[in-house]
């Protein structure tokens, strides 16, 4: 069994194998924000396996709730009587269809399932809601790790006025 040994900045691990079969690995995070409420960590690991075209890679979000010593869940910032879901999964489906590159494959929005409305995917910033596709899910490997950023105008109506952390909408 291999260990893994520090990365030179420190963010995670690697390892590598020699010989046939071989592969290299890595795992890395990324503090994205910190705040009395709210700490963003994107987490990524990834391996290549000597010989294959390319590797593969993923990444997911823990977006995690100071006050209540746990994760963010879609109840914490949606109000649940509305379309939210259907709201997120159209508005990305309109900005992933509309791209051009190697190979979008996302046809209509069920197309999509339920990764626009999975916590582990969300980057909230200041402009928006961004949304992170891995690899494979909605392109091909060519067209990288899609995003669609949706800004927070677009979701106001679907966001509760008591969420547990403050979200930049505009007024």
């Known amino acids: 069994m291999k260990s893994l040994t520090p990365s ?8 590598s194998e020699e010989g046939p079969g071989s592969t290299d690995a890595y ?24 010989g294959a075209v390319h590797g ?9 709730l100071v006050p209540s010593g746990r994760e963010l869940k879609p109840e914490d910032i949606f109000d649940e009587k509305t379309s939210w879901k259907d709201a997120l999964t159209n508005y990305c489906f309109h900005e992933l269809s509309g791209r051009k590159g190697y190979g979008y494959w ?8 339920e990764m626009p409305t999975q916590p582990e995917r969300w980057v909230l910033g200041e402009g928006g ?22 800004p927070w105008s677009e979701l106001k109506q679907y966001l509760l ?5 403050t979200l930049p909408v505009s007024h």
């Open 161 to 165: 006025s008591t969420a547990p952390i």
């Open 8 to 15: 030179s900045d420190l963010s995670g691990g690697c390892y």
């Open 56 to 64: 593969q890679y993923d990444r997911s979000v823990v977006n995690w």
């Open 106 to 113: 996302v046809k209509k929005p069920e197309d999509l399932g």
């Open 129 to 150: 809601l961004t949304i992170q596709f891995d690899p494979y899910e909605v392109a091909s490997y060519a067209d990288g790790a899609p995003e669609v950023l949706v």
């Open 27 to 50: 795992f890395r995070y990324e503090i994205l924000s910190v705040s009395e409420k709210l700490i963003s960590v994107e987490i990524s690991s990834g391996f290549y396996a000597h």
